[in-house]
């Protein structure tokens, strides 16, 4: 049964988040509320562990969440079932949008998605940083790391890099 469900959960993931990967997070936040496989907290760290190793964020999250939830098999079971919506629907589109690319509707379709990806983004980074607001070692982190962005202007992998190795060294000495 809890592998019909991660095939549903991801399934819809895959079909109905536009936007790349951290279109997933609401997704998976009310994955998380829904059925408890992991916390918000682990969610966080979840995102985080996606954000910093190769591939696409939103597959690394299922694949993650899937391992969570119920193991290797869950993992290869949720991350299929995460990228076959698009899979299918790239074939599809991509036979229609050729010949419809500059209709009206199609036009305007891709236009409002944009803002209410965006906007279901925002309204789960709140509640996520709502669990970590009282990290202080994260903040502090987090405050550090953005002085820097702002004063050198290197690369964001950089920072992605440095931030992942600072979080998992304060893990191995303050774990959860």
Same mark, same amino acid.
């Given at each position: 049964?809890?592998?019909?469900?991660?095939?549903?959960?991801?399934? %819809? /993931?895959?079909?109905? +988040? @536009?936007?790349?990967?951290?279109?997933?997070?609401?997704?998976?936040?009310?994955?998380?509320?829904?059925?408890?496989?992991?916390?918000?907290?682990? =969610?966080?760290?979840?995102?985080?562990?996606? #954000?910093?190793?190769?591939?696409?964020?939103?597959?690394?999250?299922?694949?993650? $969440?899937?391992?969570?939830?119920?193991?290797?098999?869950? #993992?290869?079971? $949720?991350?299929?079932?995460? /990228?076959?919506?698009? !899979?299918?629907?790239?074939? /599809?589109?991509?036979?229609?949008?050729?010949?419809? #690319?500059?209709? !009206?509707?199609?036009?305007?379709?891709?236009?409002?998605?944009?803002?209410?990806?965006?906007?279901?983004?925002?309204?789960?980074?709140?509640?996520?940083?709502?669990?970590? =607001? @009282?990290?202080? %070692?994260?903040?502090?982190? =987090? #405050?550090? =790391?953005?002085?820097? +962005?702002?004063? +050198?202007?290197?690369?964001?992998? !950089?920072?992605?890099?440095?931030?992942?190795?600072?979080?998992?060294?304060?893990?191995? !000495?303050?774990?959860?």
């Amino acid at each position: 049964m809890i592998y019909l469900l991660l095939i549903y959960e991801f399934f %819809k /993931i895959g079909l109905f +988040s @536009f936007g790349g990967g951290y279109a997933t997070i609401p997704f998976l936040y009310n994955i998380s509320e829904t059925y408890g496989w992991y916390s918000v907290k682990e =969610l966080t760290h979840m995102i985080a562990i996606a #954000s910093i190793t190769p591939g696409p964020v939103g597959i690394n999250v299922a694949t993650y $969440a899937g391992l969570k939830t119920a193991g290797v098999l869950g #993992s290869i079971v $949720a991350t299929i079932a995460e /990228i076959l919506p698009s !899979f299918i629907l790239v074939i /599809i589109v991509s036979k229609l949008l050729k010949k419809y #690319s500059e209709n !009206f509707c199609v036009k305007s379709l891709l236009e409002t998605l944009k803002p209410i990806s965006c906007a279901l983004l925002i309204s789960v980074g709140i509640e996520l940083l709502k669990t970590e =607001l @009282f990290n202080i %070692k994260a903040l502090i982190l =987090l #405050s550090v =790391l953005l002085l820097l +962005s702002i004063k +050198s202007k290197k690369d964001t992998i !950089f920072y992605m890099v440095i931030a992942g190795v600072c979080g998992a060294l304060i893990y191995l !000495f303050n774990p959860l």
